[in-house]
């Protein structure tokens, strides 16, 4: 059998195993989200179960804890809540019988509590306090920090609370990425991990379809529970991606009923989205509905120069102009969660829509042609350049869980289904002073991208807090990528294909990965060690010249994680893991494709996968209410890959992907968190580190290094118990490339937040690059050829944004005195 006939094989299989989870399932999400209220006095309601969560070590509440109700002998689950930011809970509508609450939280012992009876005459039960000791043996789970803070440190990733950065509250997960550590945002607004493009984006735990980028920009940030930035993933992890996983916790409910929020916000330039979340829980099932709409513009000023030599002769072009970026997005998904047993759930989940991108320009440029001696010609002319991408996207999430007896005893089964269509049309037109056109081209990228991902995990208790954990995955993905170039004639004026840059090329790449990872704790020392396998089968054809370039190749990824808890305010992880950096499918055509009648790329089919080495210590020490982490971390990316320029023809620039060497990154973050009154709270933020990158271009090293540096100082001020203020600074150093360097800049955004009708209601106005500070500029060396650009955004970006949340409040209520019927949540 071909290989090409075995893949079909496997997809029609594939397809088969989805149509019948979707003929026997519904469609889910699942996780928790509750708000706090205030303290209107409210009539204490009959049949009641309340209580308070709070943390053992630090005597703080426990927000998002999940409360369930059993019925008793038997424990059935009756219902359930989680807590509110005050760490209240409570149950109504309890009838008679024996119950028992069994409370719950990541990183913390579970509380079970005494047996209670609910009769006619005792139908209002006050629990009390209840509270939850951390567990340091959960190594990969232990909460660091309380939940008071804007960003939750854990054993294995830092988790950012998006409800508290005020000044991204209209933007998308980009613009929450802008105020957290070890991340910073370029002018096209794609994102870096430590200083890296490379990294795996989840949401809840899935892959999605897009790429990572195109991802966090398409979700809105009001939809965002949190965002867990995982800088050394385990073995559980795929090991794609320089600098580890950033992983979007999507906003959900656990409350019975219905339940939801919806959101809507408007700016300058044109910007504007709205958001909607809907949450119906009742008895064993639980089912959400979503969707999403997103306008953004972002118009900036542009200058360019570039002069290329050959010979005697040196061609200088320089531009300047306005332009224009555009992201639209159009989302919806849906999903049901079914506990059909106390040891059984199954979920299924869905999501499509619509992602665009437009980025448009008018130029002016003036192009020079000279010698040492004399000029030999100068003219100007206008260009209007446009790139439109589009992304129609859909995918499939079903997962299975069954707990067998003992605790902690689990399997869980995944399948996800992916598809992404691709629409890419790029182009330039140029013409004379007078307006008349003088050349243009227009290209073309289209086709279908397809992956099914499945996943086996299992998970098996030891003896003495120990844990055995084993899985098996495979990855199955094909795409096709039509390719059409146009050339304008000048004397027909229409738009001519050219066939010597137009191609189909088929992408196929299967990934087999099997993993086992042991954990344990001896007193107050944990280890995680993990060991993954991977095999990769990978097939690019194209129909111009029946080329095929195949690659078959097994790569292994250990990962170690050591803690020491030294106090209980002191504690101190290390960790290894091995990741990869596989090529992108376009990286690797070798085939000429032109971008605008300036730029073409070429791929580069000899190109083999990037291998990073990272190691991470971290300090952490709680002050209770005050924090300080410094993580030490040195990473080594063997093969790297970086986008080299190089004159393609006259005035004409190519970029190709080489793996030119090596690159070094060692350096420190340190995050400081401070409250010096209830009213103002600090976080200070800095990440210092040496990079260097070393390697050969034109049989000629090219070594380089520089000192880069982002520094974070965030503000935010409670006025009172509905006004919030926040003023976010943040500067970010110059760096080196292979070929070049990036100059620094400097931005503030502010923010103020105010809550009506019992925090059911907020408003929020934001203003992002406040002191118009943000200037982008980059220069760029190559044999025969230098560039420099510099961008500068439009200002001022203001927008306001009104944010309703409906049932998933509790009242609170005000205690008047012994015997009296009413009671404060807020002080319980």
Not at 264 to 284: A, E, I, V
Request: aromatic share 12%; charged share 25%.
């Amino acid at each position: 059998m071909s290989k090409r006939d075995h893949f079909f094989k496997l997809n029609l299989i594939t397809n088969q195993v989805r149509n019948v989870i979707l003929l026997f399932t519904l469609l889910f999400v699942f996780t928790s989200k509750i708000w706090a209220t205030d303290n209107t006095p409210q009539p204490r309601p009959n049949r009641a179960v309340v209580g308070r969560v709070i943390d053992k070590k630090t005597e703080s509440p426990v927000e998002y804890a999940t409360v369930a109700l059993y019925q008793m002998p038997g424990k059935k689950l009756v219902t359930g809540v989680v807590t509110n930011q005050k760490g209240v809970f409570m149950l109504k509508g309890v009838k008679n019988g024996s119950y028992q609450l069994e409370i719950k939280y990541i990183g913390y012992d579970k509380h079970l509590s005494k047996q209670f009876h609910v009769t006619d005459q005792n139908n209002f039960i006050r629990i009390g306090q209840v509270i939850l000791a951390p567990n340091a043996k959960l190594l990969n789970e232990v909460e660091v920090v309380g939940n008071n803070r804007n960003i939750e440190y854990k054993i294995d990733k830092k988790v950012v609370n998006v409800s508290k950065q005020l000044t991204a509250t209209a933007g998308t997960a980009v613009d929450v990425l802008e105020n957290v550590p070890s991340v910073t945002v370029d002018v096209n607004g794609d994102v870096s991990l430590r200083g890296s493009t490379s990294f795996t984006v989840l949401i809840d735990g899935k892959p999605t379809v897009l790429d990572a980028n195109d991802a966090l920009k398409q979700i809105p940030s009001a939809s965002i529970q949190n965002i867990e930035l995982i800088t050394n993933p385990s073995v559980k992890y795929d090991p794609d991606g320089t600098s580890g996983i950033i992983n979007i916790i999507t906003k959900k409910n656990k409350l019975t009923g219905i339940s939801g929020m919806a959101s809507l916000s408007g700016g300058t330039f044109d910007n504007y989205n709205g958001n909607l979340l809907l949450n119906w829980r009742k008895n064993d099932f639980n089912f959400t509905l979503g969707g999403n709409f997103r306008n953004g513009n972002f118009p900036y000023d542009t200058e360019n120069r570039r002069e290329t030599f050959s010979n005697d002769t040196t061609w200088v072009t320089s531009s300047y102009g306005e332009g224009k970026r555009n992201y639209s997005m159009q989302s919806f998904n849906a999903g049901v969660e079914w506990n059909f047993s106390d040891k059984d759930m199954l979920s299924v989940s869905g999501r499509f829509g619509q992602f665009n991108m437009n980025m448009g320009s008018d130029l002016t440029y003036t192009e020079l042609v000279k010698t040492s001696k004399e000029t030999i010609s100068e003219k100007q002319y206008l260009s209007s350049e446009n790139a439109d991408r589009q992304r129609k996207f859909y995918s499939v999430n079903t997962t299975y869980t069954h707990d067998f007896a003992k605790k902690g005893h689990q399997i869980e089964a995944q399948f996800n289904a992916m598809q992404r269509d691709a629409m890419d049309d790029s182009g330039s037109i140029l013409t004379d002073m007078d307006g008349k056109i003088t050349d243009g081209k227009n290209n073309s990228e289209d086709g279908p991208s397809k992956r099914y991902v499945t996943k086996i995990d299992y998970t098996l208790p030891l003896a003495n807090d120990s844990k055995f954990e084993a899985g098996f995955q495979s990855r199955v993905q094909n795409s096709t990528d039509d390719t059409k170039l146009y050339n304008y004639d000048v004397a027909s004026g229409d738009y001519v294909i050219d066939n010597k840059f137009s191609r189909v090329t088929d992408y196929q790449r299967d990934i087999y990965s099997m993993y086992a990872q042991y954990n344990t704790q001896i007193d107050k020392f944990g280890v995680q060690a993990g060991f993954r396998e991977e095999y990769t089968d990978r097939v690019i054809s194209s129909d111009t010249d029946n080329s095929t370039a195949t690659v078959r190749r097994w790569d292994w990824f250990p990962t170690l994680h050591l803690s020491y808890n030294i106090t209980d305010n002191d504690q101190l992880m290390t960790s290894y893991t091995k990741r990869i950096k596989r090529t992108r499918g376009y990286y690797l055509e070798p085939f000429i494709t032109w971008v605008d009648n300036f730029n073409v790329r070429q791929g580069n089919p000899n190109l083999i996968p990037e291998l990073i080495d990272s190691y991470e210590v971290t300090y952490l020490k709680d002050f209770g209410r005050n924090f300080l982490s410094v993580d030490l971390y040195y990473r080594v990316t063997h093969n790297k890959v970086e986008q080299i320029e190089s004159v393609y023809d006259e005035n004409i620039i190519m970029r190709t992907p080489e793996n030119i060497g090596q690159d070094y990154s060692f350096g420190t973050e340190i995050t400081l968190g401070v409250s010096p009154f209830k009213w103002w709270k600090i976080n200070l933020m800095g990440n210092l580190y040496d990079y260097r990158v070393e390697g050969q271009l034109n049989d000629q090293d090219f070594s380089r290094s520089s000192f880069n540096w982002t520094g974070r100082f965030n503000n935010t001020f409670i006025i009172n118990k509905t006004t919030s203020f926040q003023i976010n600074n943040t500067y970010q150093s110059g760096s080196v490339t292979a070929q070049g360097s990036k100059e620094g800049y400097y931005s503030m955004n502010i923010a103020a937040r105010k809550s009506f009708f019992d925090r059911k209601l907020n408003a929020t106005i934001q203003m992002r690059n406040a002191l118009n500070t943000i200037n982008y500029e980059s220069y760029s060396e190559a044999p025969g050829l230098t560039t420099y650009n510099s961008t500068t955004y439009g200002w001022p970006m203001v927008n306001l944004t009104l944010s309703y949340t409906f049932n998933n409040f509790k009242r609170s209520m005000k205690k008047r005195g012994e015997g009296s019927s009413d009671m404060d949540m807020e002080g319980f």
